[in-house]
């Protein structure tokens, strides 16, 4: 497979898991006191929304890498 190929297909996963979750979304457990036996920590729930315009033209990009022929060299 051919590094177009690779881009292409990673480009094609990446726009429909945007499309489909509306984003990526994760949580980060941090620790805010750390005093012997007293621990305390927090979570914060993050998140990089992706527009659906965006995801819709990541896919597109992706699958004209697939679809569109290689140049050939003269």
Same mark, same amino acid.
């Given at each position: 497979?051919?590094?177009?190929?690779?881009?292409?297909?990673?480009?094609?996963?990446?726009?429909?898991?945007?499309?489909?979750?509306?984003?990526?979304?994760?949580?980060?457990?941090?620790?805010?006191?750390? %005093?012997?036996?007293?621990?305390?920590?927090?979570?914060?729930?993050?998140? $990089? /929304? !992706? =527009?659906? %315009?965006?995801?819709?033209?990541?896919?597109?990009?992706?699958?004209?890498? $697939? /679809? !569109? =022929?290689?140049?050939?060299?003269?």
């Amino acid at each position: 497979m051919a590094a177009r190929q690779v881009v292409g297909l990673v480009l094609v996963i990446v726009g429909i898991a945007a499309l489909v979750s509306g984003g990526f979304f994760w949580t980060r457990n941090k620790t805010v006191i750390d %005093a012997g036996p007293l621990e305390v920590k927090t979570r914060q729930h993050e998140a $990089l /929304v !992706v =527009p659906p %315009a965006v995801a819709i033209g990541t896919l597109v990009a992706g699958i004209a890498l $697939l /679809v !569109v =022929p290689r140049r050939k060299r003269v």
